[in-house]
């Protein structure tokens, strides 16, 4: 997650992403009253990240937090588990359900709580037979099989491929 936030801050990350933190943005800069209009919010939050004025903002949070600004800087830096374990598609298909909530049990079902669980696919993408759905990131090998067993009920393929918009509605407060 924090590897997405800084490619995304560099303009580099996911499309999916980008345009929700893009919509997301937009609309707490038009609610603070420093932008009126959708497209004005938008231009003020590509010119940020063009500038790299994005970037340096999120390193002097983590800095102010006592983090290290230069595992931001340099993302290869950041702690890593000592195994990494990939779960893989038992068929071929499309992705047509991920269970949120069994997936955040499985970032917790590992022993003193160090656990990760890195999604490699998201519901509406194709998916071949034996291709990584998602990754384990652990520090103790037991407690893979429990993270497997719970990652084995959070996916579900279909024949058929799903598509849904990335925002359904935006609400709007009252004047």
């Known amino acids: 997650e924090v590897k997405e936030a800084i490619e995304t801050l560099r303009g580099k990350g996911p499309k999916d992403l980008t345009e929700l933190c893009l919509a997301l943005g937009s609309q707490m800069l038009i609610l603070a ?76 079902a590992c022993d003193g709580g160090a656990c990760g669980v890195l999604l490699h696919k998201k519901v509406g993408d194709s998916v071949e037979k034996g291709e990584v759905l998602a990754e384990i990131h652990t520090g103790d090998q037991a407690s893979v099989k429990r993270v497997t067993a719970l990652l084995e009920e959070s996916f579900e393929i279909s024949d058929r491929a799903l598509t849904f918009p990335l925002i359904f509605s935006i609400i709007r407060p009252h004047p």
């Not at 102010?64 to 779960?87: F, H, N, S, T």
């Open 33 to 108: 009253g420093r932008a009126f209009k959708q497209e004005d919010a938008r231009d003020t939050l590509y010119t940020a990240i063009d500038t790299g004025d994005a970037m340096m903002k999120f390193e002097q949070l983590v800095e102010a937090q006592g983090g290290e600004r230069q595992a931001i800087m340099d993302p290869d830096l950041l702690p890593k588990a000592k195994i990494v374990q990939v779960y893989k598609a038992k068929e071929e298909g499309y992705v047509s359900s991920i269970q949120a909530e069994k997936i955040g049990w499985a970032a917790r």
